[in-house]
């Protein structure tokens, strides 16, 4: 049996598990409120620094000391330690969330639960991000799953390559460098992908395995490293402090406007590496000390249950409360709470599934990792059945009349909503099931471009702009059946049709509008369009400009710049003022008052807070452009109502269901046609 190197057999380390205190409490004071530390999201960081220590320091005694890996002995310990407590918190979560949630959040939360059950949370959420129409979707109960799903995902990979390490070296005495030129290789190829990741597409490069892969990496360097020896004395004690102040900086520095991970996750992950080196220091005036005392180490054990149960308490609180923060008395009831049930979940489940060796066996596992996703899943299912039945609502156009019940009373207002508040999110123009709409990477006009209308058709009409562009789809395709036209989409997610660049949803240079809204200028040259309609968000903002009232002069500057030009190749511009808004999730708002919509509805001063640069441009234009106003097909007597003549008006705060907009499509026409006129 070869010689077990130099430190490794110790197993327990008290300054760890501080550091796991320090990591959890970074995280829960930033959830339940951010302004004390913007940036404490770190401390997730920390956890896989930690995570990648302690189990690489397993992995590579056991290969050191036995000659091989047991893949299946890692997974049995991975189950008795993470399953039984998060089975816990799913199913308690899912069955609150019935109880708590409005329906509206039901489906979400349901994909999640499946999704965290079967620790894919991540890969759900990075799509999540980076679809237009879901990233506004309000955050689910067990969204923190994220981080347990992307370590999971790491550790399919990695004991394999000590296995075929441990494999190699009885073969071909491979030596330990091999090994760490390999977790190298991991570490620098994972902290490439991530820098390049963030900085093209940082909300799902958030939870990408990839982009996290070189965080755990560090951990597992460094225990391979520490096996073989320790640092010097006199270093230890400065270097732990030196990486306690990183980690503590970062997450006070930081903030959301972060790109992260990228560049900026390498000083708390360093900053714990550090702690980790520094080890346990002979003195009392040290970071090692400090952390391992006896009320860090209780924080440190109850770590884990602690994450879990936070992050649901806290989106459960603020349904409750109707609150989009947290109060003071909030604050210390969720933290207490969280604390109490960290502790009686540790007591109760942790504890007694690993000191009892209740799964012992590769079959027990299995055993019990499949009952506790069939339970969630179980729990996941029901909640989506209960949505598919709160949905079912067919349209009927005699009880379903939208803006025509404008001016005179409707019965069963709000009884017999269409669409239902918990398919108002699907209430989807035809244009997204046809992929017409181009996302943000796109640059090319030509390359997204939807045709719709016979190809023999009299008029060439022409859609350009943004999101509130595209919801206008649903008129305009019965206009064009009805008056033959042939018509062209160019809309694209968050491009304004301006010539004035603007800032994407990260606040960068949103390049590839501009590039695109150029690009259809050069499409029209060649289509020649006999109408062109455009419309955009008044939320659109101008790249680096200080002010609201400078960001809407270099939007509607921009707007009269391009339309210029449009109008030199086509016949009259037509844009059609933004749509009203509303500052809060209205169609949770109507979900919770089926009987009483009119408690959804917003004054017209809120609705149209922003000025729409699109009247500015029309005016500068003057006769090639058109303005149409459809306000009073939204708003009656100075209040704008989230349901009219019995139909959802919105299927989010900004935009328009596909129903109430295809009932305005004779409105429509017909104000175009004066306008034209």
């Known amino acids: 049996m070869p010689a077990t190197p130099p430190g490794a057999e110790r197993r327990f380390r008290p300054e760890v598990q501080g550091l796991r205190a320090v990591a959890v409490l970074l995280v829960l004071v930033y959830h339940l409120n951010p302004a004390l530390l913007p940036g404490g999201y770190v401390g997730v960081d920390v956890f896989?620094?930690?995570s990648g220590f302690l189990i690489t320091s397993l992995l590579y005694r056991e290969a050191t000391a036995h000659g091989r890996v047991s893949i299946r002995g890692f997974y049995v310990r991975r189950v008795r330690r993470l399953l039984p407590a998060a089975t816990v918190v799913l199913l308690g979560t899912g069955v609150l969330s019935f109880f708590v949630l409005?329906?509206?959040?039901?489906?979400?939360?349901?994909?999640?639960?499946?999704?965290?059950?079967?620790?894919?949370e991540n890969l759900y959420l990075a799509r999540q991000a980076v679809d237009y129409l879901a990233s506004d979707t309000p955050p689910s109960p067990v969204q923190h799953f994220w981080s347990l799903s992307v370590e999971e995902q790491f550790y399919v990979v990695w004991p394999l390559l000590f296995a075929?390490?441990?494999?190699?070296?009885?073969?071909?005495?491979?030596?330990?460098?091999?090994l760490t030129v390999l977790l190298g290789s991991v570490l620098v190829l994972s902290f490439a992908c991530s820098v390049v990741l963030t900085s093209q597409e940082s909300a799902s490069a958030y939870f990408l395995p990839t982009t996290r892969a070189w965080e755990l990496a560090v951990g597992g360097l460094l225990a391979v490293g520490l096996a073989h020896g320790s640092l010097p004395e006199r270093v230890r004690a400065p270097l732990g402090w030196l990486g306690l102040a990183a980690v503590v900086a970062s997450a006070v520095a930081y903030d959301d406007a972060t790109p992260f991970p990228g560049w900026a996750a390498?000083?708390?992950?360093?900053?714990?590496?550090?702690?980790?080196?520094?080890?346990?220091?002979?003195g009392r005036l040290t970071a090692s000390a400090l952390l391992g005392t006896a009320p860090a180490r209780w924080v440190g054990d109850v770590s884990y249950s602690l994450y879990l149960w936070h992050w649901p308490l806290i989106v459960f609180a603020l349904v409750l409360t109707g609150r989009d923060g947290l109060g003071p008395l909030d604050t210390v009831v969720v933290a207490g709470l969280s604390v109490l049930l960290a502790w009686a979940t540790k007591v109760w489940v942790e504890d007694p599934v690993r000191d009892r060796?209740?799964?012992?066996?590769?079959?027990?596992?299995?055993?019990?990792?499949?009952?506790?996703m069939v339970s969630v899943a179980a729990v996941g299912g029901a909640a989506y059945l209960q949505v598919d039945r709160s949905g079912s609502v067919t349209f009927d156009p005699s009880v379903h009349t939208g803006p025509a019940a404008i001016g005179r009373s409707a019965d069963s207002e709000g009884e017999w909503t269409y669409p239902s508040p918990v398919r108002a999110e699907d209430d989807l123009p035809l244009l997204y099931d046809d992929d017409c709409q181009a996302s943000k990477e796109d640059s090319d006009p030509a390359s997204a471009q939807c045709v719709y209308g016979a190809e023999d058709a009299g008029t060439t009409v022409a859609v350009v702009g943004d999101s509130h562009s595209a919801q206008w789809f649903p008129a305009l395709h019965e206009m064009a059946e009805e008056r033959d036209w042939r018509l062209f989409l160019y809309t694209k997610s968050s491009c304004a049709f301006t010539d004035t660049m603007t800032a994407d949803a990260e606040g960068g240079a949103y390049e590839e509008c501009r590039e695109w809204n150029r690009g259809v200028v050069e499409e029209f040259a060649e289509l020649a369009p006999d109408l062109v309609f455009t419309s955009s968000s008044t939320t659109s903002r101008p790249f680096g400009a200080e002010t609201i009232e400078e960001g809407k002069t270099a939007i509607a500057e921009g707007m009269h710049r391009l339309w210029r030009d449009?109008?030199?190749?086509?016949?009259p511009i037509v844009a059609i003022r933004d749509t009203p808004r509303h500052q809060r999730d209205v169609v949770e708002c109507v979900s919770a008052n089926l009987d009483q919509p009119e408690r959804c509805e917003v004054s017209e001063g809120e609705a149209f807070e922003h000025a729409d640069p699109q009247e500015e441009a029309v005016l500068a234009l003057g006769d090639e452009a058109h303005m149409l106003d459809l306000s009073d097909r939204f708003c009656v007597d100075g209040a704008c109502p989230a349901v009219i003549g019995n139909v959802m008006i919105y299927r989010d705060a900004g935009h328009i269901t596909e129903t109430y907009i295809r009932l305005l499509a004779h409105d429509l026409g017909s104000r175009l046609d004066r306008?034209?006129?």
């Open 48 to 50: 896989f620094v930690i």
């Open 102 to 120: 409005p329906i509206t959040r039901l489906t979400d939360t349901a994909w999640q639960l499946a999704a965290s059950a079967l620790y894919v």
């Open 164 to 178: 075929v390490w441990a494999l190699t070296r009885r073969r071909w005495r491979t030596t330990a460098r091999a």
């Open 266 to 282: 390498a000083l708390p992950v360093l900053g714990a590496a550090a702690v980790i080196a520094a080890e346990q220091g002979s």
């Open 357 to 372: 060796g209740l799964v012992r066996s590769g079959r027990s596992a299995l055993a019990v990792a499949t009952a506790g």
């Open 566 to 571: 449009v109008a030199e190749v086509s016949g």
């Open 675 to 677: 306008a034209l006129s």
